[in-house]
């Protein structure tokens, strides 16, 4: 289900001593990929670990794209969160981002401190209920943060500015042209449909600022401890619901109409109860915030295959695996709500 953006760092060595507070002829090697961004860790001329690692932009090069997230970052720092965050290093003119070009056109940086830990295990139900009381944390920090002025990224309930060239996501399919099957077109409308039987009660919930992206890709975990949440890329005001539905899709994922998913989910749950709650409004519209997320993704896919960003396959694959939470909603929904209303509603122990 992952989708890579073309193009890494032309070159394995980089001289970023310049910009920033390194040794010169730094090597890169690659840490890990997102949708849209990639990771390295950097290295000594003599393959020293350094403590940093560098993060590349490959949808844009223009800095106004991430100063919310700079800004969010720096005032969360102000928190005494009980893990880690990737505030950014400042560059010797001060600056949290530079534009470099290595050969293939400027890229956009950041340099971040290298976090201990790795990705949690989907299938530990003690990481999975630190994850969840993570998140809440992380919600009653963002509580507090002041965004005035910045550039936040279009909220999930908002289909139609997820991609600028997607401005109608009825119409999202089709704009494939014959490439999409009838069948796919129909799920995906029928889906969407859904999604707008419940956009008024959705857009009255409460809103905060949330993670907006609460991934098992960015967590990391020591045993049973959350060390860093990553990637504040997506944050911008939601209902709290979204990041609680987001981590149910992609904890759940590979087991989802197994059975083996409610323990999982339930461990998310009460997690979360440990520092938050949901209220019952936010919990009846979970299936509707699954489905969001969903539609949200393929939105931004469909996008960057119209921009020959991405291959079709990686729309098609994402349209598959959409039906089939679809299914499993349609199938369990009403389950999924009761599950996580009576984690929620329980005692703290």
């Given at each position: 289900m992952a989708n890579h953006?073309?193009?890494?760092?032309?070159?394995?060595?980089?001289?970023?001593?310049h910009i920033w507070a390194l040794p010169a002829g730094c090597v890169l090697r690659p840490l890990g990929q997102g949708y849209n961004n990639?990771?390295?860790?950097?290295?000594?001329?003599?393959?020293?670990?350094?403590?940093?690692?560098?993060?590349v932009?490959?949808?844009?090069?223009?800095?106004?794209?991430?100063?919310?997230?700079?800004?969010?970052l720096k005032q969360l720092g102000e928190h005494a969160l009980p893990f880690s965050l990737p505030t950014p290093i400042a560059t010797h003119r001060g600056e949290f981002w530079a534009l470099v070009d290595e050969g293939q056109g400027p890229r956009l940086m950041t340099l971040v401190p290298f976090l201990p830990g790795q990705n949690p295990d989907v299938r530990d139900l003690a990481q999975a209920e630190a994850a969840g009381a993570a998140m809440a944390q992380l919600h009653v920090a963002l509580r507090q943060v002041q965004v005035r002025g910045v550039n936040l990224p279009k909220p999930y309930i908002e289909l139609g500015k997820v991609h600028p060239l997607v401005p109608q996501p009825f119409e999202a399919m089709r704009a494939v042209g014959s490439l999409a099957t009838k069948s796919d077109v129909a799920r995906v409308e029928a889906i969407l449909t859904r999604i707008l039987e419940h956009e008024k009660l959705f857009r009255i919930l409460p809103q905060q600022l949330i993670h907006g992206d609460f991934i098992p890709g960015n967590?990391?975990?020591?045993?049973s401890r959350i060390t860093a949440v990553l990637d504040f890329e997506n944050c911008t005001f939601n209902p709290c619901l979204m990041d609680f539905a987001i981590a149910i899709d992609t904890w759940c994922w590979d087991v989802i109409s197994s059975g083996q998913e409610w323990p999982r989910i339930a461990a998310l749950a009460r997690g979360y109860r440990r520092a938050g709650?949901?209220?019952?409004?936010?919990?009846?519209?979970l299936p509707t915030g699954i489905l969001l997320r969903n539609a949200s993704v393929l939105m931004h896919l469909i996008g960057r295959f119209l921009a020959n960003l991405s291959p079709y396959v990686d729309v098609e694959q994402w349209v598959t695996a959409m039906q089939r939470i679809d299914a499993w909603l349609i199938l369990y929904g009403e389950r999924l709500v009761a599950c996580v209303r009576e984690q929620m509603s329980a005692e703290v122990g």
């Open positions: 953006p073309r193009g890494g760092i032309h070159h394995p060595s980089i001289d970023l001593s990639l990771l390295y860790r950097l290295y000594t001329a003599a393959g020293d670990p350094l403590p940093f690692v560098l993060r932009y490959g949808n844009h090069a223009n800095p106004k794209y991430i100063q919310h997230e700079i800004a969010i967590v990391l975990a020591e045993g709650r949901l209220s019952e409004a936010e919990i009846d519209l």
